[in-house]
Structures are given as C-alpha cells and as structure tokens.
C-alpha cells in the first residue's frame, strides 16, 4: 500500500496571502495524484486531477505540481471560502489512498 | 444537475450487515468507474471500494476484503455496497463518489454506526 504524507497538518494564514501544502508519496505515482477541498458537514469537492489539471469550475488561484513522490498544492491569494481541509489521493496503485489532510486555517 | 444520493445507513450491532445504495442522476453512470470512500467522526478520508463500469472489476481497501461487496445496476444508475459482519472501526460517514478513479461526483454521505 502506497502511504501518502500530508505537511503541514495545520496551516495558518492570512486572508490574501499565499498558501502551499504539501503531498509525499511513500513510492512514485507518476502523475497519478488528485487534491480534494472539504468544508465541515460536507462531501469533498475535487480540485486538481493528474497533479497539476484543474477540474471544472475550479478557480485560477488553486494550482497543483509535482510528479513522482513530491507534490503541491498552491493557493494564491486567500479567499475566505478557502479555508477547510485538504486531502491527497493517488489513483496509481490499488488501494487509492488519501493522506490525512491538512487544515488550512485563518491566522 | 448531478446528483447522488446514498441511503440504507443507520444504527447496526458489530456482527452485524447494512447494504448501502446510491442513486445517480444527472451524468452517464454506465460510463465511470464508481467507489465508496468513508469517513469515521473526526477522521480522514478513506477509500474503501471502486467498480468499474460494467461491474466486471472490484477492488478494495484490505480491512474491508472479504466482508464487503461493491456492485452497480447500470439500468437503474443504481451503486450499492453490501456491508458484513461490521465491526465498531466501520462506523464513518459513507460517500458514494463517481466521476473515474479521480471522483468528480460526490453525495452528501450516509452515516453507519456499529455499536451495541
């Protein structure tokens, strides 16, 4: 089973500013990595397939890089309806396993 | 609009059996590839099962191997999964998803307890 690292488990910051979360893989998933948004009492929403592809309707400001066993996600300039959890998941290995998310939070 | 609803959730004894539905509309459902993903109180998400489109492949996350059974009617857009001999760690808020092996599509989610 692949294990997927999400760092920081919590980060702080301001409205406007730039935030960069961070996804490790335990062994290469190629491209394979797609980063999901959760707010409380609701269902994931898919942002980014195939490492760095927005899916529809998802704004500019969310961007994903990374191949391999490193990946990113960024968020430029902070909107307040940004700020929930964060989750990975890589569809290259069965099982398809998420990370454990990171709390993006207002400082 | 796509819609999923899940139902069939509730209050179960450990040893005990459930079977989830999801009813899709909105979308092709024949033409993705399906899956249930959880998430216990407080907890993470976890991928627990996907099916592809014609129901030919399954495949599963180890803890629930053996005692749950992912399958699909295509003719009623209709997802489901067969959940035995629960046990207390498989309470979670159970999400069908669809859209490929990178859901796009999401319900609001079906909560199972397993408790005595």
């Known amino acids: 089973e692949i294990v997927m690292t999400q760092s920081p488990a919590t980060l702080s910051v301001s409205p406007g500013e730039r935030a960069t979360l961070s996804c490790r893989a335990s062994?290469?998933?190629?491209?394979?990595l797609a980063w999901y948004q959760q707010k409380p009492g609701q269902a994931p929403r898919l942002l980014i397939y195939?490492?760095?592809t927005r899916a529809t309707g998802i704004p500019a400001r969310f961007s994903g890089g990374g191949s391999g066993t490193e990946f990113t996600l960024s968020i430029s300039s902070l909107q307040s309806e940004d700020f929930a959890v964060y989750y990975c998941?890589?569809?290259?290995?069965?099982?398809?396993?998420f990370g454990q998310g990171t709390k993006l939070e207002i400082k | 609009e796509v819609q999923l609803v899940e139902s069939g959730g509730g209050l179960v004894q450990p040893g005990g059996s459930l079977r989830l539905s999801c009813a899709a509309s909105?979308?092709?459902?024949?033409?993705?590839?399906m899956s249930w993903v959880r998430q216990a109180p407080g907890k993470g998400l976890e991928w627990v099962a996907n099916?592809?489109?014609?129901?030919?492949?399954?495949y599963y996350v180890d803890s629930v191997k053996g005692r749950f059974t992912i399958s699909r009617d295509n003719a009623k857009n209709s997802l489901y999964l067969q959940m035995n001999s629960l046990r207390a760690d498989d309470t979670a808020v159970y999400y069908c998803?669809?859209?490929?092996?990178?859901?796009?599509?999401w319900g609001q989610g079906t909560l199972v307890t397993v408790s005595s």
């Open positions: 062994q290469s998933v190629s491209s394979s």
């Open positions: 998941q890589q569809h290259n290995n069965w099982p398809h396993t």
């Open positions: 099916i592809k489109l014609d129901g030919s492949e399954q």
């Open positions: 998803a669809g859209g490929g092996w990178y859901p796009a599509y």
């Open positions: 909105g979308f092709t459902f024949s033409s993705y590839w």
């Open positions: 195939g490492a760095s």
